[in-house]
């Protein structure tokens, strides 16, 4: 599916706010949703002292911050400075383009296979490439290791198969490789590359892989493996912890103290953003 664009895309980060009605709107995106529970309370203070006070999760397991100071097209120095203290914004280069999305649960509870290292690992090579920061901000990466995250729209991702390979996906309909899955992050960040060689130039570039007008890689059939699609997680009790959803999208400190509480009786000091707009608890994290 090709797309006429006019424009790059505006998607919100610290250094490129959004002048909402309200006032600034930053984004932060934890990788995998994961983050400690430490700077959770932190953002939260961030929020009371400058901003509206809460904390707001998007569909995307990001974070944002509303109602900011605004000053010139810029937050103020204090204000990054502050966002900066909670180590939720480790590169400033690259901040609007660590879009990872994992399956909460993985290395958690169930699934089939522990993404979180790919994750990580994809953040770190991300990262390191300078040009990988030309990446729209709308450029969603997804790892998926149980088929809740497999109706998602995505530009490049992969899907567990078992515990040491996944099927690689490219864009939101085509299949590519099955590969190790300690072969996936590298194969991800060559499919990037290989997308910014393809999108075109100027205001017209693609955003995603499924506006584009040629294939990154021959497609492949889904192999029989993979999961089917599963639902998304329940409020309450789940398998590997306790999912709390946010009122109307946003954690205030209430609900990020209960948070904090329930992962200090399990001894994890972790919270998983999840993308149905909540939190996940772990009792339990394999690393």
């Known amino acids: 599916m090709t797309t006429t664009r006019d424009r790059a895309d505006l998607c919100p980060g610290v250094f490129r ?28 203070a961030v929020a009371e002292r400058y901003g509206d006070g809460r904390v707001h999760i998007t569909s995307r397991a990001n974070l944002q911050l509303r109602a900011l100071p605004l000053d010139d097209g810029r937050v103020p120095d204090e204000v990054v400075a502050a966002v900066e203290a909670t180590g939720l914004l480790p590169s400033r280069s690259h901040e609007l383009v660590r879009n990872i999305m994992a399956s909460p649960q993985t290395g958690i509870a169930g699934g089939r296979a522990n993404l979180a290292p790919v994750a ?15 990446l729209p901000g709308r450029f969603l990466f997804v790892l998926d290791d149980r088929g809740d995250l497999l109706d998602r729209a995505l530009d490049l991702g992969v899907v567990a198969i078992n515990g040491a390979s996944g099927q690689l996906r490219i864009g939101s309909d085509a299949w590519g490789a099955v590969l190790p899955l300690a072969r996936v992050p590298r194969a991800l960040v060559h499919l990037a ?36 699609v599963e639902s998304p997680l329940p409020e309450g009790p789940v398998a590997g912890g306790l999912h709390l959803i946010a009122d109307d999208g946003a954690v205030d400190r209430a609900l990020a103290e209960r948070a904090v509480t329930q992962s200090a009786a399990a001894a994890n000091h972790v919270v998983v953003v999840t993308p149905w707009r909540g939190l996940l608890v772990p009792d339990r994290i394999v690393r």
């Open 17 to 44: 706010p959004w002048p909402a009605d309200d006032g600034a709107l930053i984004r932060l995106r934890p990788v995998g949703g994961r983050m400690s529970t430490q700077a959770l309370l932190d953002l939260v």
């Open 120 to 134: 990580a690992q994809l953040d770190r090579l991300l990262c390191a490439d300078p040009r990988l920061a030309e």
């Open 193 to 228: 590359h290989r997308f910014l060689d393809a999108r075109g130039d100027g205001p017209g570039a693609a955003w995603h892989v499924d506006e584009l007008a040629v294939r990154l890689e021959p497609p492949c059939d889904r192999y029989a493996c993979t999961p089917p």
